[in-house]
């Protein structure tokens, strides 16, 4: 069975950056569409950004947008979520979660139901 490994979670201070990356523990990624959800405590996890399996494709909830970035290398199996201007309200558990398609597009990326890989997740503490 796959697995998703995230890495790159941390602390920072508000208005600092972080990089998380994800990759498969075997086989190739290029399949794949790729997610990152993030979870607040006692929230329910929800979407920050997409990517399409080419990377030509990417998609961002509105309060990330022009602060995050989605990049993908499928030459190293990698997904990337570059994070700047970080806020307290970013603070989370950040999960990866990919869906194999036979597309390069981005329908119904918001919801987890359609993900059948998740990462173990990685947090991120922004302090003010």
């Known amino acids: 069975q796959v697995q998703l490994v995230e890495s790159g979670g941390g602390s920072v201070q508000a208005g600092g950056s972080l990089r998380l990356s994800c990759a498969p523990s075997?086989?190739?990624?290029?399949?794949?569409?790729v997610a990152w959800f993030r979870q607040f405590p006692g929230k329910e996890r929800e979407f920050v950004s997409a990517?399409?399996?080419?990377?030509?494709?990417?998609y961002y909830e509105d309060s990330v947008k022009g602060r995050f970035t989605i990049s993908r290398d499928n030459a190293k199996n990698t997904v990337d979520l570059e994070m700047k201007w970080l806020q307290p309200e970013d603070t989370g558990v950040y999960y990866c979660?990919?869906?194999?398609?036979?597309?390069?597009?981005?329908?119904?990326?918001?919801?987890?139901?359609?993900?059948?890989?998740w990462g173990q997740g990685t947090q991120v503490t922004v302090s003010s």
């Open positions: 075997r086989g190739a990624f290029d399949s794949y569409t």
């Open positions: 979660a990919a869906q194999h398609r036979a597309d390069d597009g981005l329908e119904d990326v918001r919801r987890k139901d359609q993900y059948h890989l």
């Open positions: 990517i399409s399996r080419s990377g030509i494709r990417t």
